[in-house]
Nanobody, 119 residues
Framework: QVQLVESGGGLVQAGGSLRLSCAAS????????MGWFRQAPGKEREFVSA????????YYADSVKGRFTISGDNAKNTVYLQMNSLKPEDTAVYYC????????????WGQGTQVTVSS
């Protein structure tokens, strides 16, 4: 059974940093894409960033490029999202998700972690 467990959320002032972690378990994730999504109150869930486990290719939403960095630790089956220069508009629940490389739909989701950026 696949499990994704996020951690690292919290309250931070604008301009500050947080690092989110997503610990994955239940299978080998070599052929998976791991993604981060977020959902702010009253808004739809949106893509933030993704990384392909076996190639290390990374992808970012325009809104976070240059501020967020996604990375993975294969030995720990953990994906990180380093968030710098945070803005109040980054406030949201952040979700970790996983999908097979050749598919487009994310099949597995974590429970989410709250990130609140104060102005």
């Amino acid at each position: 059974q696949v499990q994704l467990v996020e951690s690292g959320g919290g309250l931070v002032q604008a301009g500050g940093s947080l690092r989110l972690s997503c610990a994955a378990s239940g299978r080998t994730f070599s052929y998976y894409v791991m993604g981060w999504f977020r959902q702010a109150p009253g808004k739809e869930r949106e893509f933030v960033s993704a990384i392909t486990w076996n190639t290390g290719n990374t992808y970012y939403a325009d809104s976070v490029k240059g501020r967020f960095t996604i990375s993975g630790d294969n030995a720990k089956n953990t994906v990180y999202l380093q968030m710098n220069s945070l803005k109040p508009e980054d406030t949201a629940v952040y979700y970790c998700a996983a999908r097979l490389y050749e598919t487009t739909d994310y099949n597995y989701w974590g429970q989410g972690t709250q990130v609140t950026v104060s102005s």
